[in-house]
């Protein structure tokens, strides 16, 4: 009986190691595999595509801003007015002890009234405040996504303008904007919303991070 005793506490006391070790082992190769998975985590095109809709989509819209009514400080319209005149949407008196009586044609109504998403706001001294969109910002193409960790990624992308008939007119390389001498077209584009608006595809790279709710852009 002892002997007998003996030998289960012999074989019980060699199990024993045998069983840590190959617990051991099995813990490494767990935690290997999640490493090696963790790793080769990528942020997919389909993943990065509604993050980056999101964001273009939040970038405000190229905009025209103009007034009708006796516009102050228009005793020599702006390019941008000028223009307008020239297209025949709108009509540009004489100026009058400092300010200039602008008023739509009928055909400026009718051009306004082809855009979607023009704004009017009336002044309180009776004037008209537009506020017309010219282009908005549209995906073209997710190209390289590296990955600087599985959390985190550089993600490079290209986006064109998408101009509406206001975008058109105002497009920094068409007709009625090269009519303007060099002075005009340099207002006409850092101040009256005149872009390349038919201009190739732009190509950006921005980071995205990995947090709680998902992929997004970093802001940091």
């Not at 964001?55 to 801003?65: C, D, F, T, Y």
């Not at 009928?106 to 506020?131: F, M, P």
Request: aromatic residues 8%; without cysteine; neutral net charge.
């Amino acid at each position: 009986m002892f002997e007998q005793e003996l030998a289960l506490e012999k074989k019980t006391s060699s199990i024993l190691p045998l069983l840590l070790m190959v617990t051991l082992i099995v813990g490494i190769a767990v935690v290997s595999l999640w490493f090696v998975l963790e790793t080769r985590k990528v942020l997919t095109k389909a993943e990065a595509s509604p993050v980056l809709l999101a964001g273009i989509e939040r970038q405000a819209p190229a905009m025209l801003r103009f007034e009708t009514g006796m516009v102050e400080d228009e005793a020599k319209p702006e390019p941008h007015y000028r223009l307008l005149e020239k297209e025949g949407y709108l009509n540009i008196g004489k100026e009058k002890k400092g300010k200039t009586p602008i008023s739509l044609t009928e055909k400026g109504q009718a051009w306004l009234a082809g855009i979607a998403g023009v704004k009017k706001v009336s002044t309180a001294d009776g004037n008209e405040k537009y506020t017309v969109p010219l282009a908005k910002r549209k995906l073209v193409d997710i190209g390289k996504i590296t990955m600087e960790n599985p959390s985190k990624a550089d993600v490079e992308y290209s986006w064109k303008w998408e101009p509406t008939p206001a975008g058109d007119l105002f497009d920094a390389a068409g007709p009625a904007v090269k009519a303007f001498n060099t002075w005009d077209r340099e207002t006409l584009i850092d101040k009256n919303g005149a872009a390349f608006y038919h201009a190739g595809p732009t190509t950006v790279t921005v980071v995205m991070v990995n947090r709680e709710k998902g992929w997004e852009i970093s802001t940091e």
